[in-house]
C-alpha cells in the first residue's frame, strides 16, 4: 500500500508541475561521493571585473572558469562578476564579448580565504574600412598593393595578412578587376556575394564562440591483491580517452562529453545536454546519453550472455528546479532508459522534491523527496556519472543462475534538513523509508563451472524485496585553510520478504548475499586538501558499513569491511601554455558505486569482493 501510494504521489506531482511553460528538467542526479550534503566539499569564490583597454567596465560578457568544475557567469552593469561555492583548486578564467579580442586566461588557486577581485580586461577589435573582406576559397574585395600603416597585431590577423595565395589571386586579377561586363567576371561576382556573408557568419560564430574543454588520457587496470599486478593472467591495462566540450551561452550552457577504450572489450559512451542557469526561475536540464559495449575475449559465458558479443544502452532525462517562490523551490521530471539485455527493456524513473528556506535571514534549508528508481543490474558500466571520473564500459558480466536479468525497482521518500554556520561548519539530518524490489547482488571472482574466473567478469543477481526506514547525520566543516572534513552516519532497519529469485545459486556461491531483518550502521567519512603552494589536491573516501562482508585486507594483514577511494590531483604549471593546464592524476579505489544520495541501502554492502582499481593519466583543460 506505501508503494502504490509512493508512486502515485510521483506521478501526480510530475504531471502537476509539468504544466509550466518551461521544459521538464532532471536535475543533473545529484551524486554524492562521500555525503548527500552538498556543503560538505570545500568550497571557495573568485570574484572580477572586465574591462576594456581603456578602463571602462563592460557589460554582458560571459566568463567561464574552468578547474574542478566549469561554470559561467554574466558580468553585470558595473563588468562585475563572481563564481561561489568552487571546489578548492586551480581555476582558468576567461572573459568574451562580441567585438573583443579575447584575452589570455587567467590562472587563479582558490583556496577557501581568497577575497582578492581578479581583473580582466578586453581589446576591441578593429575593423578597418580598407581591408579585404574574406570570403571563400580566395574570393576577396580588392587587396591593396601595400599593408595598411594601422592593423591588429594579434597571431590571428597576422595569419590571415600572410595566408597562402589562392588560385585566383596568383592569377594576378581579383574579383573586381574582372571585367564587369564579362559573363565569367559576373558569375563569380555574384559566387562571391552568395558564399560571403555564410562564410563570415560562420568565421564570426567560432572566434567569439567562448568554448572550454577537457582531454583525459588515462590508463586503468584492477587487482585484487598487489601481487596480481605482477601475475602472468593480470588484468591488462586498458588505455582510455575521454574529452568534453562546454559551449555557455547567456541562458545557460551546452555540455557534450564522450570517452572510448579498446582492446578485448572495446566501449564507448556519448552523451550531450543543455543545462540553464541554476539562478533562472526554470533552472531546467535535459540530455541523452549513448552506450556501447563490444567484447572480443575469450570468456565463453561472457559471450553467451551478450547478444552478439554487443550490449547497447541508452537513455535520456529532462528535470526542471522551478523557483516558485523567493525561498521555495520544486524539483521535478523523469529518465527513461532502454537497455537492450533487458527482457523489458524499457525503465522509467520518475523524481519530484521541494525545497524550503523557511526564513530569509537564516540559512537553514529543508527539503522532501519522493522517487522511483528503475535500473538494470550492471547499469554502472553503462551510465555516466553526473561527477568524478568518467570511463567507459570496462567489465562484462552475466545472471548467476543462468535465467534473465531483473532490474531492482526502489521507491524512497525522505525528509532532511541542512544548516550552515558561520561558512565554517554545516551540519544535516534526514529521516528515509526505502522499498525495493529485486535488491541487486554483484559477485565478484566467482568459480563457476564453465566459467573464467577473473576480476574483468562478474555475476549479478536478485537478492529479493526488502523495506527499510531510518535515518542519518552529517557534519561538515573547514579544518583550516584549505582543509575540509566532513562524517556522515546513517542507521537502517530492514525487514526482508518472501524468498530471493536467485536464493539457489547464491546460497553455493555467495551466501553472505542473502540477508534477513537487521539494523544497518554506516559511518562515510570525506577529506578534501588542497596545497595552495604546489596546488596539490588529496581527495579521501573511507566508509564503513556493518554489512559489508569482512576480508582480509591486502595491505596490513587485518580483517576489515571498509572501502575506500584514494584520488590525487597534481598540477603541472611548468607546462601550461596560452589557453590550456595540466594535472596529473592518480586513484585507487575499491567503491563499486558512486550513488549513494539515491540508491538502495544495500547497493554497495551487497558488492561482493569487489576489486581495487588504479586509475592513472593527465588531464588537460583549455
Not at 555557455?248 to 572495446?266: A, C, E, F, K, V
Not at 562524517?487 to 530492514?494: A, I, L, P
Request: glycine fraction near 8%; charge should be neutral.
Amino acid at each position: 500500500m506505501i508503494r502504490f501510494i509512493t508512486r502515485w504521489c510521483v506521478l501526480g506531482l510530475v504531471v502537476g508541475t509539468a504544466a509550466s511553460p518551461a521544459f521538464a528538467q532532471v536535475p543533473s542526479r545529484p551524486r554524492l561521493q562521500a555525503t548527500p550534503s552538498v556543503s560538505s566539499v570545500a568550497q571557495g569564490e573568485i570574484r572580477g571585473i572586465v574591462e576594456d583597454d581603456r578602463g571602462q567596465p563592460l557589460a554582458g560578457a560571459i566568463v567561464s572558469a574552468l578547474g574542478a568544475t566549469t561554470l559561467f557567469v554574466t558580468s553585470d552593469a558595473d563588468g562585475r562578476f563572481v563564481f561561489s561555492s568552487l571546489a578548492l583548486g586551480p581555476y582558468l578564467v576567461r572573459a568574451h564579448l562580441q567585438g573583443y579580442a579575447a584575452a589570455r586566461a587567467l590562472r587563479v588557486q582558490v583556496n577557501g580565504t581568497q577575497r582578492s577581485v581578479q581583473v580582466l580586461s578586453l581589446t576591441r577589435t578593429v575593423t578597418l574600412p580598407d581591408a579585404p573582406k574574406v570570403l571563400t576559397a580566395g574570393v576577396c574585395g580588392a587587396v591593396p598593393t601595400s599593408e595598411p600603416a594601422e592593423h591588429d597585431h594579434d597571431e590571428r590577423a597576422w595569419r590571415l595578412r600572410h595566408a597562402k595565395r589562392s588560385v585566383l589571386k596568383d592569377s594576378g586579377h581579383t574579383v573586381a578587376e574582372l571585367d564587369d561586363d564579362s559573363l565569367f567576371g559576373d558569375s563569380l561576382q555574384r559566387l562571391g556575394r552568395a558564399v560571403g556573408s555564410p562564410a563570415r557568419l560562420a568565421s564570426s560564430l567560432f572566434s567569439d564562440l567562448p568554448m572550454n574543454g577537457q582531454i583525459n588520457l588515462l590508463t586503468t587496470s584492477a587487482f585484487d591483491r598487489p601481487q596480481d599486478l605482477f601475475a602472468l593472467d593480470a588484468a591488462m591495462p586498458r588505455a582510455v580517452a575521454y574529452m568534453s566540450l562546454v559551449v555557455p551561452g547567456r541562458g545557460g550552457q551546452w555540455l557534450m562529453r564522450g570517452t572510448i577504450t579498446q582492446g578485448d572489450l572495446s566501449s564507448w559512451i556519448a552523451s550531450g545536454s543543455y543545462r540553464r542557469r541554476p539562478d533562472a526561475t526554470h533552472a531546467y536540464e535535459a540530455g541523452l546519453s549513448y552506450s556501447a559495449q563490444r567484447y572480443l575475449g575469450g570468456n565463453t559465458e561472457a559471450l553467451q550472455a551478450m547478444s552478439d558479443a554487443s550490449r547497447f544502452v541508452g537513455a535520456m532525462y529532462a528535470y526542471d528546479n522551478w523557483s516558485v517562490f523567493p525561498r521555495v523551490r520544486v524539483g521535478y521530471g523523469a529518465q527513461y532508459a532502454r537497455y537492450d539485455y533487458l527482457g523489458n527493456p524499457s525503465l522509467f524513473s520518475p523524481r519530484a522534491s521541494v525545497t524550503v528556506q523557511p526564513m530569509a535571514h537564516d540559512p537553514l534549508k529543508v527539503r522532501a523527496v519522493v522517487s522511483h528508481r528503475e535500473i538494470a543490474p550492471g547499469a554502472g558500466e553503462f551510465t555516466p556519472p553526473s561527477a568524478g571520473l568518467w570511463l567507459p564500459p570496462e567489465r562484462t558480466f552475466s545472471q548467476v543462475s543462468r535465467g534473465s536479468f531483473r532490474p531492482e525497482r526502489l521507491d524512497h521518500v525522505e525528509v532532511a534538513a541542512e544548516r550552515e554556520w558561520s561558512g565554517v561548519l554545516v551540519i544535516g539530518v534526514r529521516a528515509f523509508r526505502q522499498d525495493v524490489d529485486d535488491q541487486v547482488v554483484t559477485m565478484f571472482g566467482l568459480a563457476l563451472p564453465d566459467s573464467a574466473r577473473g576480476i574483468g567478469h562478474y555475476h549479478v543477481g536478485s537478492a529479493g524485496n526488502f523495506s527499510a526506514q531510518g535515518w542519518g547525520v552529517s557534519v561538515s566543516r573547514a579544518v583550516s585553510d584549505g582543509i575540509r572534513a566532513s562524517v556522515d552516519y546513517t542507521q537502517s532497519t530492514t525487514q526482508w520478504f518472501g524468498n530471493a529469485p536467485d536464493a539457489l545459486a547464491l546460497v553455493t556461491v555467495a551466501p553472505s548475499a542473502l540477508r534477513s531483518n537487521e539494523i544497518i550502521h554506516d559511518v562515510t567519512a570525506t577529506f578534501d586538501s588542497v596545497v595552495a603552494p604546489s596546488a596539490t589536491r588529496l581527495f579521501v573516501v573511507y566508509k564503513v558499513n556493518s554489512t559489508f562482508g569482512r576480508t582480509r585486507d591486502t595491505f596490513s594483514g587485518a580483517l576489515t569491511n571498509a572501502r575506500f577511494n584514494v584520488q590525487v590531483n597534481q598540477s603541472l604549471p611548468f607546462i601550461n601554455f596560452a589557453h590550456a593546464s595540466w594535472e596529473m592524476l592518480a586513484a585507487v579505489s575499491n567503491l563499486f558505486g558512486d550513488d549513494a544520495f539515491d540508491g538502495s541501502v544495500y547497493d554497495e554492502s551487497l558488492v561482493v569482493h569487489p576489486p581495487k582499481r588504479v586509475l592513472g593519466g593527465v588531464t588537460v583543460r583549455f
